[in-house]
C-alpha cells in the first residue's frame, strides 16, 4: 500500500487541464460523457483510498471493531500505520457520505415535488404553467417525461423560438443530462478537486442540448435569439430543479458558439495537441487512480484475511 493509498486523492488535479479545454476544443456530447466519466471513477477511487486509509490508520485506536488479529507485530509491519492521517480520515469519509447523501435526498425531494405540482394538469408532454415569473425546464420520470414552461415565458418569444426551446429542452429529456448531471455532482461532493468537471459538464450538457435544437429547427441563429431572449427576462426558477436541469449557464458563451459553425466531432486527439495531451493526461491520471485503489485494497484484502483466517 504505502503512499499509493494517498494518490487517488490528488489525482483529480490530471483532468483539470482537460476540463478547461474541452469547452473550446471537444463536441459538446464528448465533453459531457468523457468528463463525467473521468469524474465518476476519480470520486470512486478517492473514496475507496480514503476510507482504506481510514481503517488501517485507526485499526489499533481503543473501541476499533477490526479483529483482534490486526494487533500482531506482524500485520502492524505489512500495513503502513499513521494515526493522525487515519484519524482525519475519518470526518472526511463522513463529510463525503453526508454530502452525497444530502444531495440524492435533495434530488429525490425535488423530483417528487415538481411532480405533485403538475397534478391536475393535462398529461401531455409539455406543462404549461399559468405564472407570471418566465422559467422553463425539463422534468425526467413519472409516467412521462414532460417538458415544464410558463405563460410568461412563452408570451415572450416568438413562435419560432418556442419550438427552439422545447426542442432544447427535449434534448435534455431525451440524452438524460439529468443523469450526467447528478452523477458529477456526487462526484464533485466525493472530491472537492473534481469541481472544475463539475463546472465544464453543466456547462456543455446546455451546449449539447443547444446544438441539438439547432439540428432540429435548422437555425443555429433562432436558438440564439431564443437563448438570449430567455436570459433577459428569466429571474430563475423559483424552486431547485433536477441537479441544476434549469441552469442557462454562461449565456454569452452559448449565444456566441451558436453565432459560429456547428461543432465538429473529432476522434480521439493526437499527444501533440493541447486537447490530445490533456486528454491522454487525464486518462493516465485516471488510470492510475483505479490501478492503485486496487492494489491498496486487495493488499488490505490479503493481509486482513491473514491475519483473521477462517
Known amino acids: 500500500m504505502g503512499v499509493f493509498v494517498f494518490l487517488p486523492l490528488v489525482l483529480p488535479l490530471t483532468a483539470w487541464p482537460i476540463a478547461r479545454l474541452a469547452e473550446h476544443h471537444l463536441h459538446p456530447r464528448t465533453a459531457t460523457r468523457m468528463l463525467t466519466a473521468l469524474a465518476v471513477a476519480m470520486a470512486l477511487c478517492s473514496t475507496v ?63 417528487r415535488r415538481s411532480h405533485r405540482a403538475l397534478v391536475g394538469l393535462p398529461d401531455t408532454a409539455v406543462a404549461v404553467l399559468p405564472d407570471d415569473v418566465p422559467y422553463a425546464y425539463a422534468l425526467p420520470g413519472g409516467r412521462r417525461d414532460r417538458v415544464v414552461v410558463t405563460t410568461a415565458l412563452l408570451g415572450c418569444l416568438e413562435s419560432a423560438e418556442r419550438r427552439a426551446l422545447f426542442a432544447h429542452e427535449r434534448a435534455h429529456l431525451a440524452h438524460r443530462h439529468h443523469r450526467f448531471l447528478l452523477a458529477v455532482q456526487l462526484a464533485s461532493r466525493a472530491n472537492p478537486f473534481l469541481r472544475p468537471l463539475r463546472t465544464t459538464v453543466t456547462y456543455a450538457a446546455e451546449r449539447w442540448a443547444d446544438e441539438e435544437a439547432a439540428r432540429t429547427v435548422k437555425s443555429r441563429r433562432v436558438v440564439a435569439q431564443a437563448i438570449g431572449k430567455a436570459a433577459l427576462v428569466s429571474r430563475g426558477v423559483p424552486v431547485p430543479t433536477l441537479a441544476g436541469m434549469a441552469a442557462p449557464g454562461p449565456v454569452p458563451r452559448r449565444v456566441a458558439a ?26 493516465a491520471g485516471t488510470a492510475v487512480s483505479a490501478t492503485a485503489s486496487a492494489n491498496s485494497a486487495v493488499t488490505m484484502y490479503f493481509i486482513l484475511n491473514s491475519a483473521t483466517p477462517l
Open 49 to 111: 483510498c480514503l476510507a482504506l486509509v481510514m481503517v488501517v490508520g485507526t485499526a489499533q485506536l481503543p473501541g476499533n471493531p477490526l479483529p483482534d488479529g490486526w494487533s500482531d507485530p506482524e500485520v502492524r509491519a505489512a500495513v503502513p500505520y499513521d494515526e493522525v492521517a487515519g484519524k482525519t480520515a475519518i470526518p472526511a469519509l463522513g463529510a463525503v457520505l453526508l454530502a452525497c447523501g444530502r444531495v440524492l435526498w435533495r434530488h429525490g425531494r425535488v423530483r
Open 258 to 283: 451558436l453565432l459560429g459553425p456547428a461543432p465538429v466531432t473529432r476522434g480521439w486527439s493526437s499527444v501533440s495537441t493541447s486537447v490530445g495531451w490533456a486528454a491522454w493526461a487525464a486518462a
